[in-house]
């Protein structure tokens, strides 16, 4: 079982900067892969980034070159560096973790983000 805690949501204004934090009770150094998701009301949940064990990353196509995706695995930790931020990327923002290949998968509660003037 893995247990997850995001933190660094909050307000910010459009074209702002975030960095949002994922805790892992595990070594993330074990964890087969992370990513984060987002979910906007209305809409469903939908893929951000994800880094795999070995570091390789993949981020959607309406973040690239705004959001970055990294891992801690001395500290246990995922972490989402979000520039640039617009309106449409207000959401509630969900780590995730992949125990293999087709799961098990872990979620945390989420952190939210809301962009506005």
């Known amino acids: 079982q893995v247990q997850l805690v995001e933190s660094g949501g909050g307000l910010v204004q459009p074209g702002g900067s975030l960095r949002l934090s994922c805790a892992a009770s595990?070594?993330?150094?074990?964890?087969?892969?992370m990513g984060w998701y987002r979910q906007a009301p209305g809409k469903q949940r939908e893929l951000v980034a994800d880094?795999?064990?070995?570091?390789?990353?993949r981020h959607a196509d309406f973040v690239k070159g705004r959001f970055t995706i990294s891992r801690d695995n001395v500290k246990n930790m995922l972490y989402l560096q979000m520039n640039n931020l617009r309106a449409d990327d207000t959401a509630l923002y969900f780590c995730?973790?992949?125990?293999?290949?087709?799961?098990?998968?872990?979620w945390g509660r989420g952190t939210q983000v809301t962009v506005s003037s």
């Open positions: 595990v070594s993330t150094f074990s964890i087969y892969a």
């Open positions: 880094i795999t064990s070995r570091g390789g990353t």
């Open positions: 995730r973790a992949s125990g293999g290949p087709t799961g098990p998968y872990y």
